[in-house]
């Protein structure tokens, strides 16, 4: 095998094993960061000896088993460094023979737990939003720095960093490398399902000419959303949040056109959406059904579900959108769930009834600066012939968004309202 | 990411519709959970023998039916599974932790599928287009 032929086939392979050999070396060692380490440390074993000795039979086993012996051999040394320190007394000593007969044992328990475990800690709510998402793509997702940095569009330089202080924090808080007890688990998995749900709408905002590695963090985020489903089968929002995603991932190639300009749902070629994926989506969808109770990322599923059933955009049944964001915004309320929901009324009921909520939702301060309130009231007042307003509600939009294309389009509009006018 | 055809080339036992035995299966059965569980199995099938199956052969405007069975069995497919992967070299290290699918000597066969970007380069009139029309859309 030439040179550069091994190197990538153990580059992938490590893609593979990296997040299992971290998961178990958390467990030997209570320590993600240094278990990371030493899984690292392996990695460079199998690079310096594979060249020479050739690929082990079962290189995956190979990888595990040296990682292990890797952390056996740390926990030994520690203890002779506390011995000579302490002079343990003999009963202690005994202890710790016996924690070692414990690690060994734990070690051939389900490797899959320790998997959880690592994406429980990866996502503590002891990190901030963007430390757990970075942690998540690093030690779950293998991940280089230098990758997650392309990624979410910062240098590497602070994505190392962010890694670095998260693990001290977690070593700091002492927060234990273990299963959330029951009565936190609600808040925990909430924590993990955000974390996905932020990766994959990160990959999600990427525009035409993005690295490649953007829009691959919609596939990652699928990918831990179905690896978690795995590992929780019986949690409902986990199934829920999977469905979503692949119903969302089913339209990713009709959802901007050949320039890049975002295309509106409605206008959408359905005929180009990802069938395997909605089905995928589907099934899950029926997954969290099934399990109840129904959580808000369930919801927000069997809104999307609506729209991928659906043949073509005027067959949209509009009435059990309405109704599903009724259920949203009682569950989870916020202005932009109401703002959503004023669209499927103006679709299902008519423009005035959404332009109504609109108008009652325009006095809510904490939507003042969000550009989706006025973008949404220029459509409505432009769809009931109210173009000066419909004019003004687009110019402040688009003095509200950040995005250029979007920006372009509520300028073109307005323009649009004022040419209709007559007005220049 | 990338999607990835793998295909199980069929066998002569394949062709002659007799079953994989029950302990294929159960190691079948384990590999395709750890697909599952690393996220990247999206579809999986197994077919039939070609001898019920049937082929349409194109010639100009023509078209003719032929039966199956077919005699080519190293070349038909007897089963496949679409997986998400990173690199074709994941998908390789996947193929090779498979529990051979058949006795003796076998091949699984590794595609790469197109994706929606890889026509973006062409202009709208282009392949994008081809394909829409080819679907029936407008």
Redesign the interface.
Known sequence: MMATDLQ??I???W??ESPRVTAVLSRMLRDVGLAEDLAQDTLLTALERWPEEGVPDNP?AWLMTTAKRRGIDHLRRQKLLERKHAQLGHELASEQEQHWADTESAMDDGI?DDLLRLMFVACHPALSAEARVALTLRLLGGLSTAEIARACLQPESTIAQRIVRAKRTLARKQIAFELPCAAELRERLASILEVIYLIFNEGYTAT?GDD?MRP?LC??A??????LA??MPGEAEVHGLVALMEIHASR??TRVD?EGRPVLLSQQ?R??WDR?LIR?GLDALERAQNLGPIGAYTLQAMIAACHARAPTAQATDWKRIVQLYDALAQLTPSPVVELNRAVAVSMAFGVQAGLDLVDALAADATLKNYHLLPSVRGDFLSKLGRLDEARDAFLQAAALTGNAREYALLQQRATDCSRATGRS | MMRMMVMVRASRDSEAGILPTGQLLAEMGRFNEELVKAGILLAGEGLQSSAKGARVRFSGSKRTVIAGPFAETGELIAGFWLWQVRSLDEAIEWVRRCPNPFDGESEIEIRQVFEAEDFAEAPASGLRGQVSRLRGEP
């Open positions: 990538r086939s580059d992938a392979l893609r593979i995956g899959g035409a490649w691959g596939e990652e699928l990918r831990l959303g179905r690896v795995g590992l990713s190639s050949g070629n005929a180009q395997l995928r």
